[in-house]
């Protein structure tokens, strides 16, 4: 049983398109972060959402919590080929934080 | 200065060999974990230890086995190495979570270890 899903799990589209992955659960979290993961390197946080709604920006990459706590979204617009990467979301529940993986998302951005 | 350092990166050998993966953090963290990442890029966690315990112990074959000596390190030693076992392997550390916070997990660059 997968508690976390991540769609789409494969995403290629050209530089210049917008794009969201979504993180979806009928859990709730209290908190949920996003990674990047480069080939050869272990996942990069890029942001931790904290609060039921919160919207954070971070350039191009804008990252929503949603208002139950069970789903969150990573909007990217103007893609660019360095955002070319394996992006995960991991939801932190229970009492020791344990965190929570998503099976990712694949994005390739051609130029 | 890397942050946290696993070694080997690349670990290729037999099955049925023992081998074992070393991990080391500078970064004062109390918290450190193991990570399998498998062919379809899933992340699933292994163990986790706090100041040298373990703390999670998800279901993982009795022939992986961690030890950490001190806090800033975390080794894993496998016994005889199944084709399955073939993976990336993962070590991260954490500092303690703040409020609601979970705080950020920071992750060496992995070993692929291929079992033949």
């Known amino acids: 049983t997968q508690l976390l899903k991540q769609s789409p799990q494969f995403l290629s589209i050209q530089e210049g398109e917008n794009l969201t992955v979504y993180c979806n659960s009928s859990?709730?979290?209290?908190?949920l972060q996003w990674y990047r993961q480069e080939p050869g390197e272990g996942p990069v946080l890029l942001v931790t959402?904290?609060?039921g709604g919160e919207v954070k920006k971070l350039k191009r990459l804008t990252f929503q919590f949603g208002d139950a706590r069970k789903d969150s979204s990573l909007h990217i617009t103007a893609a660019q080929p360095g955002d070319t990467g394996l992006y995960l979301c991991?939801?932190?529940?229970?009492?020791?934080?344990?965190?929570?993986w998503g099976a990712g998302t694949k994005l390739i951005i051609k130029p | 200065d890397t942050a946290v350092s696993q070694t080997p990166k690349y670990l290729v050998t037999q099955m049925g060999n023992d081998k074992s993966i070393k991990c080391e953090q500078n970064?004062?963290?109390?918290?450190m974990y193991w990570y399998k990442q498998d062919s379809k890029k899933f992340l699933k966690i292994m163990f986790s230890?706090?100041?040298?315990?373990?703390?999670i112990n998800e279901t993982v074959p009795n022939r992986f086995s961690p030890k950490s000596p001190d806090k800033a390190h975390l080794n894993l030693h496998i016994n005889s190495l199944e084709l399955g076992d073939s993976a990336v392997y993962f070590c991260?550390?954490?500092?303690?979570?703040?409020?609601?916070?979970?705080?950020?997990?920071?992750f060496g660059e992995g070993s692929r270890l291929t079992v033949l």
């Open positions: 991991a939801g932190a529940r229970g009492s020791n934080y344990q965190l929570i």
């Open positions: 859990s709730v979290f209290s908190s």
């Open positions: 959402v904290v609060t």
């Open positions: 970064l004062g963290h109390d918290t």
């Open positions: 230890y706090n100041n040298k315990e373990l703390i």
């Open positions: 991260a550390s954490s500092a303690p979570p703040t409020g609601m916070d979970t705080g950020e997990l920071f």
